[in-house]
């Protein structure tokens, strides 16, 4: 495969540039990014960053896709160190491994999941890399099919369509009841890391590692994930 050109490796590194200094840009004053901001920062003119970005919607989406395939990247590699017959400890894993990057990454997380950018609506491009984690608890639960604690089939009518519509998109032995499980220990996951990294325990809990760890075996017993 040739080397790429002096023109694309200048292009690379400057749209590496451009998003560094705009991360950096949302560290410090939250997600209401602007061009000509990120441009001030750089020394550039707001114009130049058009030839890579064409308006701060297309730089926002750079970001939010980059910081979701850094979080999938993380909790794959956790799940990918335990013995695939180890179904508890991968759920673990990436429960953990999910904390520890939000932890490291605080700003990329509030981008993800902190509030609505105003003016800004997510394209489609980035629903594959969000959906990442949670398609790694279900393929742990998947893998476990012949081995988990039953789980009560309560799931009500009116949800039960779209259920069995995400099981025909990645078909798979797990039953309506035990997705709706799994999706219960997902929200949960980043529902407790949210509180975490926004400070909403900081006046609540001491400890809030073991708690965090406490919660996700539940949703581990929850999901009929055996111990």
Not at 14 to 38: C, P, Q, T
Request: aromatic share 8%; net charge negative; hydrophobic share 45%.
């Amino acid at each position: 495969m040739p080397a790429p050109s002096l023109r694309a490796r200048v292009r690379s590194e400057m749209i590496r540039e451009i998003k560094e200094v705009a991360r950096a840009h949302v560290a410090r004053e939250g997600a209401n990014l602007s061009l000509r901001g990120v441009a001030r920062d750089m020394g550039i003119v707001a114009s130049a960053l058009y030839r890579y970005f064409p308006s701060r919607d297309a730089l926002l989406t750079a970001l939010i896709t980059d910081a979701y395939e850094d979080l999938a990247a993380a909790a794959a590699a956790a799940d990918s160190a335990v013995p695939r017959a180890q179904l508890r400890q991968r759920w673990m894993g990436v429960c953990r491994a999910v904390r520890e990057w939000a932890l490291a990454n605080p700003a990329e997380y509030g981008l993800l999941y902190g509030n609505p950018i105003p003016g800004y609506t997510a394209p489609g491009e980035t629903v594959e890399p969000a959906a990442r984690v949670v398609l790694l608890l279900v393929d742990i639960v998947v893998d476990g099919a012949e081995r988990l604690d039953p789980v009560p089939d309560d799931v009500p009518e009116v949800l039960r369509t779209d259920l069995r519509r995400l099981i025909e998109q990645r078909p798979g032995p797990i039953s309506e009841a035990r997705l709706g499980r799994v999706f219960a220990g997902w929200t949960q996951l980043f529902g407790l890391v949210g509180f975490e990294v926004f400070g909403r325990l900081e006046t609540v809990l001491d400890n809030p590692a073991p708690y965090f760890d406490h919660q996700m075996e539940v949703m581990a017993d929850i999901a009929g994930l055996p111990r």
